[in-house]
Each structure stands twice: as C-alpha cells, then as structure tokens.
Nanobody
Framework: QVQLVESGGGLVQTGGSLRLSCAAS????????MGWYRQAPGRQRELVAA???????NYADSAKGRFTVSRDNAKNTVYLQMNSLKPEDTAVYYC?????WGQGTQVTVSS
C-alpha cells in the first residue's frame, strides 16, 4: 500500500514562503495525476494546484502566480512552492494521488 506523507508546513509571516513536500512510498507520481488541496477551519476542502503525470499543471485563481507544483521522480516526491503567502492561505494542506490522501500539514500565515 502506497502511503503519502506531507511535510514542510509551519508558521510564516505575510509575504513569506514555504515549500511543502509530499513523499510517496512508491513510484506513483510518474504515472498518476496529483493534486494539492487545502482546508481552512469551517470551510470545504478546495483544490489549490494539480499536476498531470505528463507535467501539465493548473492552479486555483488564488494560487496563480504565487504557487508552483514540481516533482522529483527520483525521490518519489512532489512539492508545492508557496510564495507571497497571505493570511487567507492559512489551512491544512493535503496532497492526493490515485485516491490516496496524506495526513496533511498545517500552514499558518500571520498578518
């Protein structure tokens, strides 16, 4: 059973950056599309960014120009680089691939 483990969350000031990682226990990202989602308190989980197995990406309007998805096949890891963070980016961030979900990592942006 492939497992996903997110890391890289934390507390950052407005305008700061974080890079989230999603590590898989198998070579799953090279053959499946994946997505980064987030869920803020009291809100529904929403898609932030997605990347196809071929490398095509799309982003939520709120993430365009600030967030970037990348992948390291050798490490079976995908990343979400988040720049120019805003307080409204505060949420638990999850990665998902092939129906699997990680445990989430908390991102808190202070004003």
């Amino acid at each position: 059973q492939v497992q996903l483990v997110e890391s890289g969350g934390g507390l950052v000031q407005t305008g700061g950056s974080l890079r989230l990682s999603c590590a898989a226990s198998g070579s799953i990202f090279s053959i499946n599309a994946m997505g980064w989602y987030r869920q803020a308190p009291g809100r529904q989980r929403e898609l932030v960014a997605a990347r196809s197995s071929a490398g095509f990406t799309n982003y939520a309007d709120s993430a365009k120009g600030r967030f970037t998805v990348s992948r390291d096949n050798a490490k079976n890891t995908v990343y979400l680089q988040m720049n120019s963070l805003k307080p409204e980016d505060t949420a638990v961030y999850y990665c998902t691939v092939a129906g699997l979900w990680g445990q989430g990592t908390q991102v808190t942006v202070s004003s």
